[in-house]
């Protein structure tokens, strides 16, 4: 933990040691060893605007078998694999998202439109979809993962064989890569410094793209091999829900949904995709996290067990100590970053400007607050008038920060 963070949020750890050194006398042992301990804030002088700052039961609006699908997909989310996990340097976020029909749109999907009947025709249930590189746009590394759920194993056979049918009618030039050893998959480039492979495992299609800096068939195959690898031992963990028991699967487990900031109508800066609201396991949640070396690490270290994510999203952490460790990791400086103020009333707080906007809610501020073995973070945009966050931006961090206090 940085000194400026227990300068701030452990101020009464000095006080406390001092006193005991009084009382003890110099010729004292004291045992134990400190930790960061809250500090108490007015919650009635806080200024919470038009939001929330109560926690509150939480009922998703489910109106139609997409939003049934999602709340499969976000549990899916946590057994795909990652990038960083094939190769160390893929660190960096470039997307993640929920897979539904809306992936195949030509402007907002992130499969080509074309791909859009196959999976209609098969009956597409839903998925999850990760990008990461290493961000070096001269010796690039990127790859995307995704795997999609089909009703039964030859509705997923048949849509991955038109998947990979439709790349080939669309790239040509393409020519295949051998993947020596792997069963059920389709691997293919057109430069040997891009590759494709479509996978399919029981009622799953695994659908990879892999970048490498320089034309080499066989670093694809084997960046490609290895993602199946892992992504096969993660799938052979994941059992699919019958789809008329999808709706029997938590929605706000242990409550935490209850205690993540909700949208409010016409709250500015706030760029939230529907399909991304709900409960994570932490490894569902590590796709969302900036730099996955960080917080593959921070995760393991604060013992994070549980997620929930909305306007605000909420991560349950071991302890109090575990809290403030991940505060830390979750707003470490970039090259480029600065601090910034914190929530007026708030001293558990740590604020920071990225110097690139956060790619999945175009984030240029995030405020991470700690309250009990909760950590709670906020994002806000630049305002159009100036670099520097909404005036809402404050008014929901101390919401936030009130939802925690008042959850007892």
């Not at 979750?330 to 601090?339: A, F, I, P, W």
């Not at 607050?369 to 005036?391: E, H, K, L, Q």
Request: with cysteine; charged share 20%.
């Amino acid at each position: 933990m940085s000194l400026s963070v227990l300068a701030r949020a452990g101020g009464a750890l000095v006080v406390a040691a001092t006193l005991a050194i009084g009382v003890t006398g110099c010729g004292s042992a004291i045992s134990g060893q400190a930790t960061p301990g809250m500090t108490p804030a007015n919650l009635a002088a806080l200024n919470t605007g038009p939001y929330q700052s109560t926690p509150q039961v939480y009922r998703p609006k489910i109106s139609y078998n997409t939003q049934v699908f999602h709340i499969e997909s976000r549990r899916m989310m946590g057994y795909i694999v990652s990038p960083y996990q094939i190769d160390p340097d893929m660190k960096l976020l470039e997307a993640v998202r929920v897979i539904d029909q809306s992936s195949f749109r030509s402007i907002t999907g992130e499969f080509p439109e074309s791909y859009a009947p196959i999976a209609e025709r098969n009956h597409l249930i839903g998925g999850a979809l990760t990008t990461r590189s290493n961000g070096d746009l001269r010796n690039r590394k990127f790859m995307t993962i995704s795997i999609m759920r089909f009703p039964n194993d030859a509705a997923a056979r048949a849509a991955a064989t038109e998947f990979d049918q439709d790349s080939a009618n669309s790239l040509p030039g393409r020519h295949g890569i051998a993947l020596d050893g792997v069963a059920n998959a389709m691997a293919s480039s057109v430069t040997d410094a891009k590759g494709w492979v479509y996978a399919w495992r029981g009622p799953f299609v695994v659908l990879s793209m892999v970048t490498v800096p320089k034309p080499d068939p066989n670093a694809i195959a084997t960046q490609l091999k290895k993602m199946l690898q892992l992504q096969d031992a993660r799938l052979a963990e994941l059992n699919p829900t019958p789809v008329d028991d999808i709706l029997d699967l938590p929605l706000d487990t242990d409550r935490i949904m209850s205690l993540a900031l909700r949208a409010a109508k016409g709250s500015p800066g706030v760029f939230l995709r529907e399909e991304n609201i709900g409960i994570y396991s932490p490894t569902g949640q590590l796709h969302f996290e900036r730099d996955a070396a960080v917080a593959t690490k921070a995760f393991a270290d604060a013992g994070v067990d549980l997620v929930g994510q909305n306007d605000g999203t909420v991560y349950r952490t071991r302890d109090l100590a575990a809290a403030f460790r991940l505060q830390t990791a979750l707003t470490v400086l970039g090259k480029n970053d600065e601090e910034a103020a914190d929530p007026p009333g708030v001293t558990d707080a740590r604020c920071i400007q990225l110097d690139e906007a956060e790619p999945i809610r175009n984030d240029k501020y995030l405020c991470a607050m700690v309250y009990g073995r909760y950590v709670a973070v906020i994002g806000a945009n630049a305002t159009f008038s100036g670099n520097a966050p909404d005036a809402a931006f404050y008014q929901r961090a101390a919401a936030q920060y009130s939802i925690l206090a008042k959850n007892g």
